[in-house]
């Protein structure tokens, strides 16, 4: 059988990306593939202020959950405030964008997806 | 095309349960079908102080993350301390339970499941 695991997250190394698209984001795999997860992957990003996710869409979803700071999500053409109790869901093909909308605070979330997603 | 939304998730009306398994627990289920999720559902837990989930097991896995207060996971035969900070994997088929550690405080931890689990 597989084991239970305790997570301590903020111990794991983040992945920390900048790109054309992307700037300013530490991504973590809290649960993933690694700890045995078939369906599903949760991460968390913390975004510095300033900085955003690529504006995009793809044929899965997001599950997100603002842990805190004060960000935007772009949802097609809406772009919303959201902070610390909203959640998100972005469904399947819609172009979507995170932004911090904080120049010096950090704006960090949860953002499930299904396993073999991004 | 499905629409994007927005959840403020303490404004959701929680299903209080009390059992005779399950003690102060308030579920909200902040992303689910009603959402236009397809795989996979994220709910919140608020355990009052002293309470607990059931003490079980099933055939899905849970990806747990913890919000704020001290509480408890038996993973099969472990009884592990998680507080904020911490995530929990518990994969399919092992027992466990999540306690409230406090009598007085709230204990908080998102969970998410597969579609069709519970």
């Known amino acids: 059988m ?23 984001v530490h991504k973590r795999v809290v ?6 997860a078939q369906n599903f992957i949760l991460r968390v990003f913390t975004v510095a202020g ?13 599950e997100v959950f603002v842990l805190r700071g004060e960000g935007q999500v ?4 809406d772009l919303i ?3 610390e109790g909203h959640a998100v869901f972005v469904p399947e093909n819609l172009e979507h964008q995170f932004l911090n909308a904080s120049k010096n605070e950090e704006f960090e979330f949860i953002c499930v997806i299904p396993k073999g997603g991004m």
């Open 2 to 24: 597989k084991e239970g695991k305790v997570i301590k997250w903020r111990d794991i190394d983040p992945e920390i990306i900048n790109t054309q698209e992307i700037k300013g």
């Open 81 to 83: 405030n959201i902070s």
């Open 74 to 77: 772009l949802l097609g053409e």
């Open 50 to 62: 300033g900085g955003h996710s690529p504006k995009h869409s793809h044929p899965w979803e997001h």
């Open 31 to 36: 649960i993933g593939e690694n700890e045995g």
